[in-house]
C-alpha cells in the first residue's frame, strides 16, 4: 500500500467501537462489522472479512470509549490476508471457545503485516487474579485479588489505574501463550504441514510457520519521556523505582533496585579503603607496586597482607557482606508488598510454550497436554549437558594456562630490556585473558540457552533456574579460578593485586563500552535512521519503528556484572582495599547507563511479576559464605602472621587447626547475624499472613457457593 493509503486508513487506536449486551469471559468474539450472535469458536474460525476497527466485546462491562494499544504482533511477510483474519478472529475469540479473549485491530487493512492487541477489563481481571496480584483493598490494606469480589477492590474500574502497563501488557503475553488447539486444525492459508494438532500450543506453532515474527509490548510515548527525565537525564541521586516498576515491571524494578541498594552500600567499604590507603605505608606500597609492574618478585616480607589495614579490610568484607544481603532481603520484602507480588500465585500451570512431548493426561492435573518422560530429560542432561559445560570448564582452564606462560615470558623480557615498553606489556597477559573469558562468557550463554531449550523442562521456572545453575557454574569458574589459584597454589599476592586490579579496570572498561557506547553507536549511525518519524505519520508506521529496536538481551548480563563484583570485594579485597572505591564509581554510572539502554537502545520488554531477585539471591548469599574461607586463608599468607607463629614455635599442623577454628568462628558469628536480622520486617510478615488468611477465607467462600446453590 502506498504512503497516500497509508495516510487515508490510520489505525484508529483511541475510540473502540464495541458494543453488545452479552455475558461471557471478557473476551471479543467478533469484529465490528459482524452480528454478535456468530461469534465463532476457534474450531470454526474461517477467512470471513474483518473490519477495520477493534474486535468487539460481549461483556457490557468492558465496552470502554479508549482502547489502549498494548502489543504489537509482527506478521511474516509472506502471510496471506485470510491467515491474518483467522488470527485476529482467534485473538478475539472468548477463552471457552479457545480463543484468547483479547482486543485485536489489524493495522491498516488485512493484508498488512502487523496486528495490534489490546486486553477488555474482564480478561485483565481474571488474569490479575490467575497471576496471584495483591491489589489495593477498600479498606486501603493489599489483599491478594479475587474476580468475585472485584468491586471491593479501589479503581478495578479503571484499568489504566488498577493494573500497571507492564502488568497489561505481560497479560496480554500471558494469554497469548497460553492458546492451544482444542482439536486438530487447518489454519487458512497454509499448508496442511503446519496444520495444527490438538493440545499444540498455537503461538509456537505459529512462530515456527512463519506466520508470527514477533511479539513486542509497546512503548507510550510520553510515560516514556517522564521516566526518562525522572531517570537518567537530570541531577537527581534517587531512583524512580515506583515508575519503573509501572513502565517497565517488577523485574525489571527488583534489578535496579538491588543495583542501587548494592551501590550505596559500597559507601562504608569504599570510605574503609581509602582510609586505609591513606593511612597504611605498607598498603600503598603493595598498591603502587601492583600498578607500576616493578620488580614484585623481589618483595619477600613485605609481599601479603599486613596485620594492619588489610587484615581489618578482611574481617569487615566478611562482616559486611552478610549485612548487606540480609538487609536487601528486608528491603526486597517490603517492595515485593508495595508492587503487589509479595504472594504471588502457586499453582500447576500450563506448560510453556517451548515444551513439547506426545499428546496425554497429565497425571497431576488431568489435563491433556505434551507429556514428556522425566528420566529422558535426566539421561539428556548427563549425557549431553554435563559433558558439554566440562568442556567449556576446560577451555577455561586452557585460558588460565595460557595466561601464566604469557605472564613467565613477559617477565622474561621486562628483566631483558627493562624499558618502559616492556614494562606496559606486564600487563598483556592480564588484558588478553580478560577478553578471552569475556569472549567464552558470550559464546557459552548461548551454548546454556540450547542445552536447556533441549533438555525439555516443562515449567519456565525450571527453565529459567536450570539455565542460570549452568551460567553460574562457568561464570564463578571463569572469574574467580585464576584468581584462587594465584592466591592459594601459588601463593603469589603481588601477582594477585595486580591481576585483581586488572580485572577491576578493564572489565569495567570493556563493559562499558559493549553494553552502552557500541549499541549506541549503531542505534546512532546504522538503525536510527530508518527509524524516522514525523508528527504526521500513520500510528502503524510509528509502531513499526518500535520493532526494528534490537530485542533487549535481559537482565542476565546485568546481574552476572553485579555478581562477579560482589566476589571481587567480598573474597579480595584484603588484597585490594580500593576494590570497593573503583567499584562505586563504576556503578555510579552503570544505573545510569543501564537505565539509558533500557529507554533508549532496546525494545521494551515483557516483565512477569516477580517477588524477589529469585536464584540470583542465592548466588549472592553464597558468594558471602564463601568469602570467610577466601579472607582466612589470605590473612594467612600475612608474613606479619607467620612470623609471629614461628615465634611461638607453632607447627604447620597447629597452624592449620587455628586457621581452621577461626574460620568456623567468622561462619558462626555470621550465621548469627544472619538469625539476628529477620528476612522480612514484622509488619510485612503480618501483612503476608493476613493476605493469605484473606486468601483461604475467599477460597472457602467460593467452594461453599456451590454447595448452598
Known amino acids: 500500500m502506498g504512503a497516500y493509503g497509508r495516510n487515508v486508513r490510520k489505525l484508529d487506536l483511541t475510540m473502540s467501537k464495541a458494543g453488545g449486551d452479552e455475558g461471557g469471559d471478557g473476551g471479543s468474539g467478533e469484529t465490528s462489522q459482524q452480528p454478535e450472535d456468530k461469534v465463532p469458536a476457534v474450531s470454526k474460525l474461517s477467512g470471513a472479512a474483518i473490519g477495520p476497527g477493534w474486535t468487539k466485546v460481549s461483556c457490557p462491562c468492558c465496552v470502554s470509549e479508549r482502547v489502549e494499544p498494548l502489543v504489537l504482533v509482527k506478521l511474516g511477510g509472506k502471510v496471506r490476508p485470510e491467515t491474518k483474519r483467522w488470527l485476529i478472529r482467534l485473538i478475539g475469540a472468548p477463552q471457552k471457545d479457545g480463543g484468547a479473549a483479547l482486543l485485536a485491530h489489524p493495522g491498516e487493512d488485512a493484508s498488512g503485516d502487523i496486528i495490534v492487541v489490546s486486553a477488555p477489563r474482564c480478561t485483565l481481571l481474571r ?49 497469548l501463550d497460553g492458546l492451544r488447539a482444542q482439536r486438530d486444525l487447518r489454519v487458512p492459508g497454509l499448508s496442511d504441514s503446519d496444520a495444527l494438532q490438538h493440545r499444540d500450543n498455537i503461538w509456537q506453532k505459529l512462530g515456527s510457520a512463519g506466520v508470527i515474527v514477533d511479539t513486542l509490548p509497546l512503548h507510550d510515548p510520553d510515560k516514556l519521556k517522564d521516566l526518562s527525565e525522572a531517570w537518567y537525564s537530570g541531577n537527581q541521586l534517587a531512583q524512580p523505582l515506583d515508575s519503573v516498576n509501572g513502565y517497565f515491571g517488577s523485574s525489571v524494578a527488583f534489578y535496579f533496585s538491588f543495583l542501587d541498594f548494592y551501590t550505596w552500600s559500597l559507601l562504608p567499604p569504599a570510605i574503609l579503603g581509602l582510609t586505609i590507603a591513606y593511612f597504611s605505608g605498607e598498603v600503598q606500597k603493595d598498591m603502587d607496586e601492583s600498578v607500576s609492574g616493578s620488580q614484585v618478585e623481589a618483595v619477600d616480607s613485605d609481599s601479603g597482607p599486613a596485620v594492619g589495614g588489610h587484615m581489618i579490610q578482611a574481617v569487615f568484607s566478611m562482616i559486611w557482606s552478610t549485612v548487606v544481603m540480609e538487609m536487601w ?86 628483566q631483558d630490556w627493562d624499558t618502559m615498553l616492556s614494562q606496559t606489556l606486564i600487563y598483556m597477559p592480564s588484558v588478553l585473558h580478560i577478553v578471552y573469558t569475556n569472549m567464552l562468557a558470550t559464546v557459552y550463554k548461548k551454548v546454556a540457552q540450547s542445552l536447556t531449550e533441549y533438555e525439555n523442562h516443562r515449567e519456565e521456572s525450571a527453565f529459567q533456574n536450570h539455565l542460570t545453575a549452568k551460567v553460574l557454574v562457568f561464570t564463578f569458574f571463569n572469574y574467580f579460578a585464576v584468581l584462587f589459584h594465584i592466591a592459594f597454589f601459588k601463593q603469589d599476592v603481588p601477582l594477585l593485586r595486580k591481576r585483581l586490579a586488572s580485572l577491576l579496570i578493564v572489565t569495567q572498561l570493556v563493559n562499558q563500552v559493549t553494553e552502552v557506547v557500541i549499541p549506541f553507536l549503531v542505534d546512532r549511525f546504522i538503525s536510527a535512521p530508518h527509524r524516522t518519524e514525523h508528527k504526521d505519520d500513520p500510528q502503524e508506521d510509528k509502531f513499526r519503528n518500535q520493532s526494528t529496536l534490537p ?78 574461607v577466601s579472607n582466612c586463608w589470605l590473612l594467612l599468607l600475612s608474613p606479619w602472621l607467620q612470623a609471629r607463629f614461628q615465634e611461638g614455635g607453632m607447627s604447620s599442623t597447629n597452624i592449620l587447626l587455628l586457621a581452621v577454628l577461626v574460620e568456623h568462628v567468622l561462619i558462626l558469628v555470621k550465621v548469627i547475624l544472619a538469625v539476628l536480622i529477620p528476612d522480612e520486617p514484622d509488619w510485612i510478615r503480618k501483612k503476608r499472613e493476613h493476605i493469605e488468611y484473606t486468601s483461604m477465607q475467599a477460597l472457602r467462600q467460593q467452594k461453599l457457593q456451590p454447595e448452598e446453590s
Open 127 to 175: 488474569a490479575t487474579e490467575e497471576l496471584g496480584l495483591c491489589k489495593t483493598y477498600s479498606n486501603d490494606n493489599m489483599e491478594a485479588f479475587s474476580y468475585n469480589d472485584r468491586d471491593n477492590f479501589k479503581d478495578s474500574d479503571n484499568m489504566e489505574v488498577f493494573l500497571t502497563l507492564a502488568e497489561r501488557q505481560y497479560i496480554v503475553k500471558y494469554e
Open 329 to 414: 532481603k528486608r528491603r526486597s520484602a517490603s517492595l515485593s508488598y508495595r508492587w503487589g507480588t509479595l504472594h504471588l500465585a502457586e499453582r500447576f500451570a500450563e506448560p510453556r510454550p517451548g515444551f513439547h512431548g506426545e499428546v496425554g493426561v497429565n497425571p497431576v492435573t488431568g489435563r491433556v497436554e505434551p507429556l514428556f518422560p522425566e528420566w529422558q530429560r535426566e539421561l539428556r542432561m548427563a549425557l549431553v549437558s554435563v559433558p558439554v559445560v566440562g568442556l567449556f570448564l576446560g577451555m577455561v582452564v586452557l585460558g588460565m594456562l595460557c595466561f601464566y606462560w604469557g605472564e613467565a615470558q613477559v617477565k622474561e623480557l621486562h
Open 551 to 628: 530485542a533487549f538481551p535481559g537482565l542476565f548480563a546485568e546481574y552476572i556484572e553485579l555478581l562477579v563484583q560482589f566476589g571481587y570485594l567480598s573474597l579480595f579485597s584484603c588484597v585490594y582495599p580500593l576494590t570497593a572505591v573503583l567499584l562505586l564509581i563504576n556503578n555510579l554510572t552503570e544505573i545510569r547507563s543501564d537505565a539509558y539502554k533500557m529507554c533508549k537502545l532496546f525494545r521494551k520488554p515483557f516483565s512477569p511479576p516477580v517477588a524477589n531477585m529469585g536464584v540470583w539471591q542465592i548466588a549472592f548469599e553464597v558468594l558471602s559464605f564463601v568469602s570467610v
